[in-house]
T-cell receptor
Framework: DAGITQSPRHKVTETGTPVTLRCHQT?????MYWYRQDPGHGLRLIHY???????DKGEVSDGYSVSRSKTEDFLLTLESATSSQTSVYFC????????????FGNGTRLTVT | SQQGEEDPQALSIQEGENATMNCSYK?????LQWYRQNSGRGLVHLIL???NEREKHSGRLRVTLDTSKKSSSLLITASRAADTASYFC??????????WGAGTKLIIKP
């Protein structure tokens, strides 16, 4: 989706290092999400945001933090990367909750060695 | 927790045939959505059906919802090679957060 860009697209990092993934949307959507996708698990919600500086935890938030200083930007930080955080990370945005489709970026493939 | 579960996990059919995928869920929902994911890309929204709707159409897509059985199906008619992708259902919980199934991988053979 051209309205959401994620950077970087690929990253390899070492265990114990901090990592920040970036998500930028041009849709002016209020809600933004970070998911991780692993084989056999579908998408699992890490954190989400319901407005600037308003964030909350998802089901797999341990070891992750987020920040949203502007409507268009949502950052995901792995405070000290572990091998279990090797995954594909997707950012998404939505205009509203409920009957409002999510728009996804193309993902960041993160490998922690 | 995994609310939506797709069935089958993988499906391989000939081009031109119809493809049917199913999604089951466990608790009451407000809406159910279907998404497509091409290899190496993000998910793309296909269709949303509300809990008070039973059927919805969009082009070659037909979605049904049976709330009594807590299940939905996605039918793709006259399949094309470009339909090769993974398909996911997502249901919303009481806080309107989406819960995703593990997906059905669809392969269309030429």
């Amino acid at each position: 989706d051209a309205g959401i860009t994620q950077s970087p697209r690929h990253k390899v990092t070492e265990t114990g290092t901090p990592v920040t993934l970036r998500c930028h949307q041009t849709e002016n959507h209020r809600y933004m999400y970070w998911y991780r996708q692993d084989p056999g698990h579908g998408l699992r919600l890490i954190h989400y945001s319901y407005g600037v500086k308003d964030t909350d935890k998802g089901e797999v938030s341990d070891g992750y933090s987020v920040s949203r200083s502007k409507t268009e930007d949502f950052l995901l930080t792995l405070e000290s990367a572990t091998s279990s955080q090797t995954s594909v990370y997707f950012c998404a945005s939505a205009r509203a909750l409920g009957a409002s489709p999510l728009h996804f970026g193309n993902g960041t493939r993160l490998t922690v060695t | 927790s995994q609310q939506g579960e797709e069935d089958p996990q993988a499906l391989s059919i000939q081009e031109g045939e119809n493809a049917t995928m199913n999604c089951s869920y466990k608790t009451s929902i407000n809406n159910l959505q279907w998404y497509r994911q091409n290899s190496g890309r993000g998910l793309v929204h296909l269709i949303l059906i509300r809990s008070n709707e039973r059927e919805k159409h969009s082009g070659r897509l037909r979605v049904t919802l049976d709330t009594s059985k807590k299940s939905s199906s996605l039918l793709i008619t006259a399949s094309r090679a470009a339909d090769t992708a993974s398909y996911f259902c997502a249901t919303d919980d009481s806080n309107y957060q989406l819960i995703w199934g593990a997906g059905t991988k669809l392969i269309i053979k030429p």
